[in-house]
């Protein structure tokens, strides 16, 4: 171990700061922006099912647990890509990934608007989450390895952006075409996102690490010089070649120190992120916000659009403060207000103290939390915490948690919140919550400023920094 690389790294960061400041890092945000821009599909799909299956239920007559599956349908497919994206990612690369996830995304949306029957819907909502999956999977690898260390927390910040502009995307759609019950064309118009992005995904370069991956050392200097020009290349690619040739790459290495510790953060971090609740308000607000009392299309399918721009506000917070003042604080502060949510919305609807207001206002600080700390954070993480040869399998494992305990929260909420009611199951996502607390404040680094080179020697000193 050399012990002056830790040290590189300020000189490094100061310079990239002032490349970024005089405008010649525009390659590489204009590259990590094309790649985040594929968040608008994810972020589309998680709210247009919430209007679509309004109308798919009074359409094909489905019971509680028939809705539970829909919704949970596309988590399941979301797995199984997830667990695949890691493979696929490192075989065919990380850009020929995403074009593959544009393709199929818009084949498989107009797939779900053409379902004539509840097995062909659930089979194309399936596909989808197939390739939704690989897109959580891929684009934050994709985006941490094109964006030099002064600017990649703020560059993967930008993928949440993105997925929140999708959710308020789906969720006004939604709410406009209500009015005629069109949930065909609620699911057929995600595909209008995916064929315009095509062109832009196809002009990408592929990032210099897998190049090196691969062993293609002039593809990687000319991708680095693409996104870096003002980059020493050579003294740059040594030092990404070293990190690549070293270790076997597999899941097996994911197990042994000094990765082991590293596999378990990240999948402890994954699984939290969702079972503290956040697809439960996602998928089924409309179902949340009668509950407390609204009435109609708007307060149904308009207010969780509402909700969703203080998400875009958190976003804009945590992008501003994630390169400055770190991933630790933004992250514990943002689960410290999803705990305070948890207990404003235990009260309404234990009590009725304040009624639909302060119901609104508890989803509204709930999705503030969520979405600058562990929506915007959780991405930071799972491409930061491993090299290169792990990073698309390290990600894909968090990944794999991560929906898990989704397709967990997809498939019992509405029972739960049946059976316990909304005090009950909000109770029981404070109590994750506060778990997931205790374990960012314990276990989670702090990377900010560091190369992704560096980061490895956190998880090499056994969880400190030397």
């Known amino acids: 171990m050399s012990p002056d690389r830790g040290t590189r790294a300020p000189d490094r960061d100061r310079k990239l700061t002032r ?32 209007g679509a299956q ?68 659930l089979t194309a909502r399936f596909l989808l989450g197939l390739t939704i999956g ?37 969720y006004l759609t939604g709410y406009l ?10 699911l057929g118009l995600a595909a209008a996102p995916a064929i315009l992005l095509l062109p832009l995904l196809i002009g990408l370069p592929d990032t210099a690490r897998w190049y090196l991956l691969k062993e293609r050392v002039d593809d990687a200097r000319r991708a680095l010089l693409r996104v870096e020009p003002g980059a020493n290349a050579d003294a740059e690619l040594a030092e990404i070649g070293q990190a690549v040739n070293e270790g076997s790459g597999g899941f097996s290495e994911m197990l042994r120190p000094p990765y082991s510790r590293a596999t378990s953060f990240v999948i402890a971090l994954g699984f939290l992120a969702q079972i ?41 917070t945590a992008l501003g403060l994630v390169d400055r003042i770190g991933r630790r604080p933004i992250l514990l502060s943002g689960i410290a207000m999803m705990i305070a949510a948890d207990i404003v919305l235990m009260a309404v609807f234990a009590s009725d103290p304040g ?57 019992v909420f509405l029972t739960i919140l049946h059976s316990l009611g909304g005090a009950g199951a909000f109770a029981v996502f404070g109590l994750f919550a506060v778990v997931a ?30």
Not at 103 to 109: D, R, S
Not at 177 to 186: D, F, K, P, Y
């Open 19 to 50: 490349m970024t400041a005089t405008g010649q890092l525009s390659g590489s945000s204009r590259v990590g922006l094309t790649g985040a821009s594929l968040g608008l599909i994810y972020g589309y799909d998680l709210s247009i099912i919430a």
């Open 54 to 121: 309004l109308f798919v239920t009074e359409e094909f007559g489905l019971s509680t647990s028939q809705q539970e599956l829909l919704t949970t349908m596309a988590v399941i497919g979301q797995i199984a890509g997830a667990l695949a994206a890691g493979v696929l990612a490192n075989a065919i690369g990380r850009k020929k990934s995403m074009v593959l996830i544009a393709i199929c995304y818009a084949v498989f949306a107009l797939l779900g608007a053409l379902s004539v029957s509840l097995p062909m819907l």
């Open 134 to 170: 690989v897109t959580v999977v891929v684009v934050p690898v994709y985006v941490a390895e094109s964006a030099p260390a002064a600017t990649r927390g703020a560059l993967l910040t930008t993928y949440q952006l993105t997925i929140v502009t999708g959710l308020i995307i789906g």
């Open 177 to 186: 075409l209500a009015g005629t019950h069109s949930w065909r064309w609620m």
């Open 276 to 316: 503290t609740g956040i697809n439960a308000i996602i998928y089924y607000s409309p179902r949340i916000f009668q509950a407390m009392g609204f009435t109609g299309n708007f307060a149904l399918l308009g207010l969780p659009a509402l909700v969703q721009v203080a998400g875009l506000a958190a976003v804009g």
């Open 355 to 411: 009624g639909p207001v302060l119901g609104f206002a508890g989803v509204l600080l709930f999705i503030f939390g969520y979405t600058a700390g562990f929506g915007s954070l959780g991405w930071v993480y799972a491409s930061e915490s491993f090299p290169t040869r792990l990073r698309s399998i390290g990600s894909s494992t968090m990944l794999t948690a991560n929906l898990i305990a989704n397709a967990i929260v997809a498939a």
């Open 437 to 466: 607390f205790v374990v960012v404040y314990r276990y989670a680094p702090e990377t900010k400023g560091r190369q992704l080179e560096d980061i490895r020697l956190f998880w090499e000193t056994g969880g400190r920094w030397p």
